[in-house]
T-cell receptor, first 109, second 115 residues
């Protein structure tokens, strides 16, 4: 699997958009970008994934650059419950998901 | 919304004892996984399971570990002789299919404490 680079931590004011960046400069053509999050020690929660087009669901939006070397997860209106560690994962099509250290997002009241 | 469930939520056992962690994957999913997370560390892949066979396993998944799908709904992880270093959160996950484009859904985890 290609490696990803994320900031260690970020803060976001409650009600504002949280933009979480991820670099994946060695991504291959058939690899998807996935985002998961983990709140405290709960099980990782799937958020969204995409290949090359921007994607939106009820939780978030995913913006992937045209060259696919980076992406941004957008939480449009962050709440305190969005405080978590966010993982950007490039999935090679094999069966296991390889987690890195992620970005610790702190939503501030 | 369908979800992966795990029991028990917390298991305390003595070193050398056998433990079985149980999972009920999402009903129409065909691929099943176990991961673990030692406190303060990354989530690590242990094993994947499909069609009643292990399809991939990590170096962590040694002879002390085994998985089984004893019936049509449960998926279990057995640790035969627990060690102190097996203390961790254990997460079960399932997916409809395997491969890029298919997401894995994780359960809430079982906290295993080995004393």
């Amino acid at each position: 699997d290609a490696k990803t680079t994320q900031p260690t931590s970020m803060d976001c004011a409650e009600g504002r958009a949280a933009n979480l960046p991820c670099n994946h400069s060695t991504i291959s053509g058939n690899e998807y970008v996935y985002w998961y999050r983990q709140i405290h020690s709960q099980g990782p929660q799937y958020i969204i994934h995409g290949l090359k087009n921007n994607e939106t669901n009820e939780m978030a939006s995913l913006i992937i650059t045209e060259d696919r070397k980076s992406s941004t997860l957008i939480l449009p209106h962050a709440t305190l419950r969005d405080t978590a560690v966010y993982y950007c994962i490039v999935f090679a099509g094999y069966q296991k998901v390889t987690f890195g250290t992620g970005t610790k997002l702190q939503v501030i009241p | 919304e369908p979800e992966v469930t795990q029991t028990p939520s917390h298991q305390v056992t003595q070193m050398g004892q056998e433990v079985i962690l149980r999972c009920v994957p999402i009903s129409n999913h065909l691929y099943f996984y176990w991961y673990r997370q030692i406190l303060g560390q990354k989530v690590e892949f242990l094993v994947s399971f499909y069609n009643n066979e292990i399809s991939e396993k990590s170096e962590i998944f040694d002879d002390q570990f085994s998985v089984e799908r004893p019936d049509g709904s449960n998926f279990t992880l057995k640790i035969r002789s627990t060690k102190l270093e097996d203390s961790a959160m254990y997460f079960c996950a399932s997916s409809e299919e395997a491969g890029a484009g298919y997401e894995q859904y994780f359960g809430p985890g079982t906290r295993l404490t080995v004393t």
